[in-house]
């Protein structure tokens, strides 16, 4: 329902002269760029949702239900330590969840040499999450740790301006065919009922 809505809502705005893709630009629901600091070094993170549509996205999975989770790391030294990986649930949005009393899921911590990793994340429930990693040497003298916050089923600040926009579009649309009407200038007329034939 919600996706239904945001599709008719770019489309009367494109009618409106407003390109849906300008808006989407602004966007972040296509980004395969989504960047994790671990530490001084970095790795890619997106989430899907593969049998709901092809997006991929960064910070916002539009619904609940079955997803896929990617990261992919170019770092040859990430690529020889031990991932440990962990879904946390998060109170709010900026809030920091503990890697040990918030686990949603934990992955079994191995190594993955050619740096990428996915698996399978059924969120069950709309939310604040974040993705948890933590990389160590074979010998714990090295560790790098980084975190990428990321909601689910949520209406995101982008998707609550469009709706607001969409509704005072509505509003000015509206009265102006009203006005037009009880002036007569509309191209057709509105046939009065209270009137006896």
Excluded at 64 to 93: C, F
Excluded at 111 to 138: H, P
Excluded at 155 to 161: A, H, I, Q, R
């Amino acid at each position: 329902m919600k996706k239904l809505f945001l599709g008719a809502a770019l489309a009367i705005l494109a009618s409106a002269g407003v390109s849906s893709h300008a808006l989407a630009a602004g966007w972040h629901y296509y980004d395969p760029d989504c960047p994790i600091a671990i530490g001084p070094k970095s790795m890619k993170f997106v989430a899907m949702q593969p049998k709901k549509n092809i997006d991929r996205e960064c910070d916002a999975l539009p619904d609940t239900g079955a997803s896929v989770i990617v990261l992919d790391a170019s770092d040859n030294e990430l690529r020889d330590m031990n991932w440990d990986v962990r879904v946390l649930r998060a109170k709010a949005p900026d809030s920091q969840p503990d890697p040990e009393a918030d686990v949603v899921s934990r992955q079994p911590i191995q190594k993955f040499r050619n740096g990428m990793m996915n698996f399978d994340q059924n969120f069950k429930q709309a939310g604040n999450y974040e993705l948890y990693v933590k990389l160590t040497s074979d010998d714990g003298a090295k560790s790098y740790e980084g975190r990428h916050p990321f909601s689910v089923g949520l209406v995101t600040d982008e998707e609550f301006y469009l709706y607001i926009g969409f509704g005072i579009f509505i509003l000015l649309a509206g009265g102006v065919a009203f006005t037009m009407w009880r002036q007569g200038k509309l191209f057709f007329k509105i046939p009065n009922f209270a009137k006896p034939s």
